[in-house]
């Protein structure tokens, strides 16, 4: 199994996560989306949709989204489970995984601050406003469902699920971008069990074969 | 079961469309988004994420997230299965739903389209061109998911799929903003075909209680 990523993507950190969980081991194929790599030809001919990240299964089989790469991983390789059997349990992980991968890592990611700062040539001010903006209102709907529906020490209790996966990247990316989160105690209470946890430190960023300071 | 939904909101469209899938009954609660009828506190204490679409079940469980909710009626209520069993077949689906769930309408939605003409205070014009690009990125992604794995009429063959769900609000969308397209010939035959089906019809914005003009 192969897994093409960037260090820094969210969304490659998401599917390290469940892959780490899961004790699966992969090639790790480094794409540097910061320089565009994810749109060189050979790349393309893998990857239609351009971007990481993508898992390539030995029979070369290819498959991109993060969300449907964990869902993937979790039907072929069920322990641990990251989406929950019970429809129940398993509504409240999906409904803040994708409060997260719907609502708050697509309006900040890489390809969008470039195009406010390139395109539309807003100030770095504006930029970060922008940024926090929608960091302001991901999280706060992100504490609040944690508030009603979470139980620690995870998002849903004593394992991980597809939620932790999701909320690690998202509150490593806006701690680099010097957001205030203390607002947010539940979110940071998660975050910081889940940084304490072997699988979940071996997929944070500095540990990747592509990972630069 | 009630459904909280405003006619014209894409994500709200695609459970509409489950709903209907499913010959599912629900009250439609019509939740007016263009005037933030989603931040009332009634309907706040209701979805602390102040979105729609939320569905309410007869014990009062609220769930938010469109993803989630369809995965949940597909839990609850599997007949017609929209998302498949077999783990390759069901991965494909989650992969071309998510290029658009994830990539293509969170960075075009209302909120966004919102704060770049009044935060950003950007024109017309270029209000337009950021919709008309993510619009080309994104369907350029599907088309190219639909050439190499795609089997119509559906876009994963004879049954209607998550994807579909998808696909159709997204379409719609763009239309009603005005794209262009034509370079998409695999995902505007599968649009249309959709058109035709009584449940698509039925789940239509303009079908809708809360439908202005």
Redesign the interface.
């Known amino acids: 199994m192969q897994l093409y990523s960037f260090f820094n993507s969210s969304t490659s950190y998401r599917v390290r996560i469940a892959l780490a969980l899961k004790g699966l081991d992969y090639d790790y194929k480094g794409i540097n989306i910061r320089v565009g790599e994810q749109r060189a030809d050979d790349y393309r001919a893998l990857n239609?949709?351009?971007?990481v990240p993508l898992l390539v299964e030995d029979d070369g089989?290819a498959?991109?989204?993060?969300?449907?790469?964990i869902?993937?991983l979790d039907?072929?390789h069920p322990e641990p489970r990251l989406l929950p059997a019970e429809?129940?349990a398993?509504?409240?992980v999906?409904?803040l995984?994708?409060?997260i991968?719907?609502?708050m890592?697509?309006?900040n990611n890489l390809r969008?601050l470039g195009?406010?700062k390139n395109?539309?040539e807003?100030s770095e001010e504006?930029k970060n406003?922008?940024y926090r903006?929608w960091i302001a209102e991901g999280f706060g709907?992100v504490e609040?469902?944690l508030?009603?529906y979470g139980h620690g020490p995870y998002c849903f209790g004593e394992a991980p699920t597809l939620a932790d996966c999701c909320l690690v990247p998202q509150v490593a990316n806006a701690e680099r971008m010097g957001c205030d989160l203390s607002a947010y105690p539940r979110v940071m209470a998660v975050y910081q069990h889940c940084q304490r946890q072997p699988a979940f430190q071996q997929a944070a960023p500095s540990r990747q074969p592509d990972f630069t300071a």
Do not use: F, K
């Open positions: 239609p949709s351009q971007g089989t498959l991109s989204q993060s969300m449907a790469i869902d993937y039907e072929t429809p129940r398993r509504a409240r999906l409904e995984a994708n409060a991968a719907c609502d890592h697509p309006v969008i195009y406010l395109r539309l807003v504006q406003d922008w903006h709907a609040a469902l508030e009603r």
